[in-house]
């Protein structure tokens, strides 16, 4: 049975921003779960016993190389990609870096990364929680 597609999947994700206040996107590969070619806020499927926040922090470790502290939950999306026949729950944690700098690991699932402002995200083709994600914070602003 695979996540997301014969069940509903958890998806969780950080949005990672800097000291000069940009944010953390990565471009979605080739082998990458759905969305193939979107920009997005990073981050994996949550695992059978793992904490939102452990899976967080584990997937940017394992995909980018570098530490994480999730501080803030943002609200969760209902990711529902009809022409990819998938659903998902999306959940996104406010992150900034502990330690390491970003590199691609994982480069079949990942085909660039970037530091952008919130006008040059506005601009990209986004994944739909990257979307949803980008909506909220922009309402605190």
């Known amino acids: 049975m695979k996540k997301g597609i014969d069940y509903v999947g958890v998806g969780v994700g950080a949005v990672v921003i800097n000291r000069k206040g940009k944010y953390f996107l990565t471009k979605r590969g080739k082998r990458a779960r759905n969305e193939v070619g979107k920009w997005e806020f990073p981050g994996g499927g949550l695992e059978y016993g793992d904490t939102l926040k452990d899976t967080v922090i584990r997937e940017i470790k394992e995909e980018f190389g570098f530490e994480i502290e999730p501080y803030e939950q943002l609200p969760a999306c209902d ?56 909506g909220n914070i922009l309402k605190r602003k």
Do not use: V, Y
């Open 79 to 134: 990711h529902r990609i009809p022409n990819e026949k998938q659903h998902w729950i999306a959940i996104a944690f406010l992150s900034r870096i502990k330690r390491g700098k970003p590199k691609i690991l994982e480069p079949e699932k990942c085909d660039e990364i970037g530091w952008f402002t919130l006008d040059e995200i506005g601009k990209m083709e986004l994944s739909i929680p990257t979307r949803f994600h980008l």
